[in-house]
DNA sequence: TCAAGTATACTTGTATACAAGTATTATAGG
DNA sequence: CCTATAATACTTGTATACAAGTATACTTGA
C-alpha cells in the first residue's frame, strides 16, 4: 500500500477542514492523478485504518466522491472509476454550459466591482508564475472562474460549480505542477495570463463577441488536449509506486 | 411539533431505500411544501428523536438537503432556504440548460429506442391521470425527463440532473396533487400530455425549431408561474400546523 | 440596574459497537 | 474432478458513546 503519510494534496489549504474533507480531498487527487487506478474497489474499513480515522469520515468522503461521479457507491466497496479523457471532456462542456449562462446575466449587470476583484485575482497569479508556485497558481485559476460564477448569484448555477470545482481544482493542479517543472512551458503561463486578460476585458466592456472568443481560447480542443496529456504525464510519473487493488 | 407518523413522501417510491434517504426525501418535502418553513434552524438531535433513529442517518440526509442548497449548514445548526420563487425560476434556468444542451447531442443520435421509451412513459401518465394518481403521474413526469437526459450519456450532464431531481420530484408532485383536486384544471393534464408528445415528435424528427418551441411550452413563464401560485396554495393548506421553530 | 464572568446545556465531529447481509472459500458428497 | 452446501470473513447501515467547542443563561459583583 501507498504510505498514507505523503499527501498529494496542498495542506494549505485545508486549515480549517475537517478529516472528512480532507480526506475527500486527498482521495480525490489520487484517484484523478491515476495513483489510485480506475476499477479499484475501495473498502471503507481499509481507508479508516490507512488513514488512521474512524469510517464516519470515510463514508462522508466516499458520498462526496461518488457525487462528483469519480468513484461509484455499490453494494460492496466503491468502485474508483477516475477520469478518462471522455470525462475530461464532459467537464469542460458543463463548464463551458455554466459560463456562457453567466455571461448572458454579466452583460446586463454592474461588473466594476467584478473586474476590480478578478484584476486582483490576475496579480495573485502573476506573482505566482514569479515564484513558481504551482499549487497557488492553481488555486488563484480555480477562485477566478468561481469569482465570475457567483458574482451572479445564482444559487443553482453555484451548486453545479460546487459539484465540479474540485474536480477541475484537482486537474488544473496537477496540470501546473507537471508545466512548473519544465522551462520550456513557460509561454504557457504567460498565455494563460494573457486569456484571463481577454476575459477581464471582455467583461468590462461586455462584448459578447469577446466573451465567447475568450471563452474558447480557454476551453480549446487544444488545452483540454494539453490537460490530458499533462495529467496522462503525471500519472506516469505518479503511478511508479501504484497500487493495483487492495493488496 | 408536527406528528412524524403521517409522511408527505410516497412510500411506494421508497422500497428500497435507506433510512437516511428516506429522512431526506421527506424533510425535502416539507421543506418545500412549506411545512417546515424558511429560515427554521434544525438540531440533528431533534430530527433524530423526531424520525426515532440516529444522528448518522439524520446527518447523511442533511448532507444531501445542503447539496441541493434547500438548507445552508452552519456551525450550530442547519438553517431552512427552502424555495421562493426566485430559487424556483433558478431550478427551471438549470433544467432549461441541461436539456438544450442534451437536443443538441440527441439530433446526431439514432433516437429510436428513445423515442419507444418516451412513449410507453406518456402512455403511463395517461393511465395515472385516468385514475386520478397525482403521485404516479409525477413521477413518470420526472421519468421523461430523465430518460431524455440520460440517453446521451453524459455523466456531468447527468450529475447535474442528479442534483437538481429530488427538488423538481417535489414541486411536480406537490403541483399535481393540488391539480387533481380540482376537476376545472383537468385540461392542465391534457395540455402537459400534448407538450410531451410534441417534445417526443421533436426527438423523432430531430427538429431543432419544433425542440426549442417544446421546451418552452414545458418552461414557459406561465407554466412555472402556475408552479409558483401551486406551491403557495399548498403551503397555505398544509402550513396550518406547521412549525414556526424548533418549539 | 447593569456588567462581567462562569456554569450549563446544547451543538457538531469523530470513534466505536452492533446487526444484517453478501461474496468467498472450504469442505463434503457424488 | 466437479458440484453443492455450509462456514467464514468481510461488507455496509445504523446506533451509541465520547470529546471539543459554542451559545445561553444565570450568578456574582459593583
Same mark, same amino acid.
Given at each position: 500500500?501507498?504510505?498514507?503519510?505523503?499527501?498529494? #494534496?496542498?495542506?494549505? *489549504?485545508?486549515?480549517?477542514?475537517?478529516? /472528512?474533507?480532507?480526506?475527500?480531498?486527498?482521495?480525490? *487527487?489520487?484517484?484523478?492523478?491515476? !495513483?489510485?487506478?480506475?476499477?479499484?474497489?475501495?473498502?471503507?474499513?481499509?481507508?479508516?485504518?490507512?488513514?488512521?480515522?474512524?469510517?464516519?469520515?470515510?463514508?462522508?468522503?466516499?458520498?462526496?466522491?461518488?457525487?462528483?461521479?469519480?468513484?461509484?457507491?455499490?453494494? *460492496? /466497496?466503491?468502485? !474508483?472509476?477516475?477520469?478518462?479523457?471522455?470525462?475530461?471532456?464532459?467537464?469542460?462542456?458543463?463548464?463551458?454550459?455554466?459560463?456562457?449562462?453567466?455571461?448572458?446575466?454579466? !452583460?446586463?449587470?454592474?461588473?466594476?466591482?467584478? @473586474?476590480?476583484?478578478?484584476?486582483?485575482?490576475?496579480?495573485?497569479?502573476?506573482?505566482?508564475?514569479?515564484?513558481?508556485?504551482?499549487?497557488?497558481?492553481?488555486?488563484?485559476?480555480?477562485?477566478?472562474?468561481?469569482?465570475?460564477?457567483?458574482?451572479?448569484?445564482? @444559487?443553482?448555477?453555484?451548486?453545479? +460549480?460546487?459539484?465540479?470545482?474540485?474536480?477541475?481544482?484537482?486537474?488544473?493542479?496537477?496540470?501546473?505542477?507537471?508545466?512548473?517543472?519544465?522551462?520550456?512551458?513557460?509561454?504557457? #503561463?504567460?498565455?494563460?495570463?494573457?486569456?484571463?486578460?481577454?476575459?477581464?476585458?471582455?467583461?468590462?466592456?461586455?462584448?459578447?463577441?469577446?466573451?465567447?472568443?475568450?471563452?474558447?481560447?480557454?476551453?480549446?480542443?487544444?488545452?483540454?488536449?494539453?490537460?490530458?496529456?499533462?495529467? +496522462?504525464?503525471?500519472?506516469?510519473?505518479?503511478?511508479?509506486?501504484? !497500487?493495483?487493488?487492495?493488496?
Amino acid at each position: 500500500m501507498t504510505d498514507s503519510r505523503e499527501f498529494l #494534496f496542498p495542506a494549505k *489549504m485545508l486549515s480549517k477542514a475537517g478529516a /472528512g474533507e480532507r480526506i475527500a480531498c486527498e482521495l480525490r *487527487m489520487r484517484i484523478i492523478s491515476g !495513483v489510485i487506478e480506475s476499477g479499484a474497489v475501495l473498502s471503507e474499513n481499509k481507508l479508516a485504518t490507512d488513514f488512521a480515522v474512524s469510517r464516519s469520515p470515510i463514508r462522508e468522503a466516499l458520498k462526496v466522491l461518488a457525487s462528483e461521479k469519480i468513484i461509484r457507491l455499490e453494494r *460492496m /466497496g466503491a468502485v !474508483v472509476v477516475g477520469l478518462a479523457e471522455k470525462e475530461i471532456q464532459e467537464i469542460y462542456d458543463v463548464r463551458l454550459l455554466i459560463e456562457t449562462f453567466v455571461f448572458e446575466r454579466l !452583460v446586463r449587470m454592474d461588473t466594476d466591482q467584478l @473586474s476590480r476583484e478578478l484584476s486582483k485575482i490576475l496579480e495573485m497569479m502573476k506573482i505566482a508564475i514569479k515564484y513558481r508556485d504551482a499549487d497557488e497558481f492553481a488555486l488563484q485559476d480555480v477562485l477566478f472562474h468561481q469569482t465570475i460564477i457567483g458574482s451572479i448569484n445564482h @444559487s443553482y448555477i453555484l451548486m453545479i +460549480w460546487d459539484n465540479i470545482k474540485p474536480v477541475m481544482e484537482c486537474l488544473i493542479l496537477l496540470s501546473m505542477r507537471m508545466r512548473m517543472r519544465k522551462e520550456e512551458e513557460y509561454e504557457d #503561463f504567460t498565455r494563460i495570463i494573457k486569456n484571463h486578460e481577454i476575459y477581464i476585458e471582455a467583461i468590462e466592456s461586455k462584448d459578447r463577441a469577446l466573451m465567447i472568443e475568450s471563452l474558447h481560447l480557454n476551453f480549446d480542443d487544444v488545452q483540454v488536449q494539453e490537460k490530458v496529456e499533462d495529467l +496522462w504525464r503525471s500519472q506516469q510519473i505518479l503511478s511508479k509506486g501504484a !497500487v493495483k487493488n487492495n493488496d
